[in-house]
């Protein structure tokens, strides 16, 4: 089965499943009990959105995976273009490379703190009360297969 | 061990912490030099002053000798106190990095007195992060080409809620960088680098390490040279809380964003990803989060800034996971 490319459909629904299911077990094993209760206590009462962007997808366009939380699952989750951009509590912009690198392993702590991914719209404080949250689900989706075409013919 | 709080310094003790040199320094007590940091807090000094202070008081990192270190590390500390030391030290390696790339957009918008402060304060930091990059390829033997490559090599060793204060300043800073004027941006960002990252963080990983370090007499130029480290952090300190207390005393108003600042970072504060073992370096976790209690405290008192009933109920929940920077 061919992965699916990054940034499609295809992708995003994976990207949904893999969210709703949250982190594997070795993830939990690894990290204090605390850690994940306010991981999971996030996760129930989250009821904002993220507007996740590539700025510079092989197409030579932008585009942005949304992501609706709701009820303690992902009640929405697709990839928008520049006709269709759903308002989101934060929208938050990255390079094709950084998502790639992210896809390859790259640590999703190191992605926030090197600012290879930033908040461009929306309230930092409060985005930042979710960030352990927000850094196991970029875990997550970087860890979703995905298709990357090479950089060289872009 | 758990002996920091209030102590009157002599004016003898101040003259031997502030004229000491490089090797002058391994004699000096971490105890004093934090008690240094707090010493002019209540009538804290100008930043001309803080940065005549700093030409004086610079230090070459590249005047240590990490090889008694070397040997004490390898030869006499047990496996445990290594583990230990690493996972509170590594936050520190990281945080000097984060700390050093994070100033220099805060200095767009300060005044022309407060910009030779943090122009000397961007050169202590990048000091600081070369001495912590020198101490792990010299005494830990991690290997790599390049300071990004030893980075590479003690992430291991930072726990996952680094990401909390460290990447909260990353996105200040660019916050200040796209609005460097703006007065509420820069407060919220020096609630968190002066207030919280230096004046607590920091100086809580100097006191644990340190003292340890003092109590064996093992790793001299690591005491040396990070002992020099908090010397600089005072003069970061005092910087810091002048500004804050100057912002709020221009505009009583900003107490609402370092309270805002405060509930972000406090509740962050709350959790922990991994148990730090201290006992080998001879503290527990009930002394590390009173030390930390303590360094908040008395910055609060000293600045006079007041914290709201829901904000000093968070204070009691705070882990004790120490980086610094």
Redesign the interface.
Known sequence: MTEPEFFSPEWAAAVRDALTAGPPEQDRAGKLPMYWDFFDKVKASYASSWALGCRDLPAGNAASLYVQWGGGTVTGCRVTGPGDQPAATFVLGMDYADWQALHDGYDPQRTVMYRKILVEHGNILEFFKSIYFFTECLAIIGRVPAGFRALAAR | MLHEGPRALSDQQVRQIEGADLKEVLDVDIDDVIEYVHKDMRSLPDYTTLYRKYLKQRWDVYDLDFSQDRTDWTEKMTDAERQSFLAIASGFHHGER?VEIELPVFMIGAGEEEKLHISAQIEDEARHTVFFDRFYREVVGLEGDDIMAILDAS?PW?S?????P???L???A??VRKNPYDERARV?YGTTYFLWIEGVLALSVMKVTLSYARWRGFLPAYYTGFTATCRDESRHVQGGMKYLQDAVRKDPTMIKEIH??L??IL??AG?????VIYEPLGWTQDEVRMLMFQQLGRKLNDVGIKLPPDLQAMVGSV?PVLAGG
């Not at chain 2, 959790?271 to 148990?275: C, G, K, L, M, T």
């Open positions: 984060q992430f930072v996952e809620t680094f990401v909390g460290f990447g909260l990353a996105y200040q660019d916050e919220r805002e600042t509930r972000t509740l962050l959790v922990a990803s991994r148990e882990q």
